[in-house]
Nanobody, 128 residues
Framework: QVQLVESGGGSEESGGSLRLSCRVS????????MGWFRQAPGKEREAVSF????????YYPDSVKGRFTISRENAKNTLYLQMNTLKPEDTAMYYC?????????????????????WGQGTQVTVSS
């Protein structure tokens, strides 16, 4: 059974930092692309970041580029998201996702339906 368990969320002031972790079980992490989505109340889920199987390829939308960094430790079956210079608009539930493929075009993965496995989410709240 595949499980993705996020942790590290919480409340932070604007300008602060948080580090999210996603512990994965039931699959061999180096065979999977990984990523993070987020969903704010009343809004659709949006892609936050993706990382290739090797960790050499990453994707960030303009909204988080330069502030967020995705990384992975395949040996520990863990995915991370370092979030710096947080803004109130980063407030959302953050979800860890995975899929057993190797994609060359990140734009094709922006739809949540392209991802096979999802965690339960961890809440991030940023106050101004």
């Amino acid at each position: 059974q595949v499980q993705l368990v996020e942790s590290g969320g919480g409340s932070e002031e604007s300008g602060g930092s948080l580090r999210l972790s996603c512990r994965v079980s039931g699959l061999i992490l180096h065979d999977y692309e990984m990523g993070w989505f987020r969903q704010a109340p009343g809004k659709e889920r949006e892609a936050v970041s993706f990382i290739s199987k090797s960790g050499l390829g990453t994707y960030y939308p303009d909204s988080v580029k330069g502030r967020f960094t995705i990384s992975r430790e395949n040996a520990k079956n863990t995915l991370y998201l370092q979030m710096n210079t947080l803004k109130p608009e980063d407030t959302a539930m953050y979800y860890c996702v995975s899929r057993p493929s190797d994609t060359t075009t990140w734009s094709s993965l922006l739809s949540p339906t392209r991802w096979n496995y999802w965690g339960q989410g961890t809440q991030v709240t940023v106050s101004s």
